[in-house]
């Protein structure tokens, strides 16, 4: 029964693809395309840059409260 109905279906053309889903389907994003290593690439930029403020911005006030010495993974090394 199922061989007659594909015989006799006028959407089934021999030249052309079978229709998909719209799950299947596979379409350009109109918006931005971005593949997810490049949004984590993103992110990860993102969060280094973000890091990276706030250390600068403890070294300041470090330096501007008077301590002395080179600020090294937390710890703080006296001038002499």
Known sequence: MDVIKATLNPSDHPDKPPSQSASEEQVRANIIPMHGLRIWDVIVGYMGRKKAKGRAR???????????????????????
């Open 58 to 80: 403890k070294v300041a006030a470090a330096v501007g409260n008077g301590v002395s010495g080179v600020v090294s993974g937390g710890e703080t090394t006296p001038a002499s």
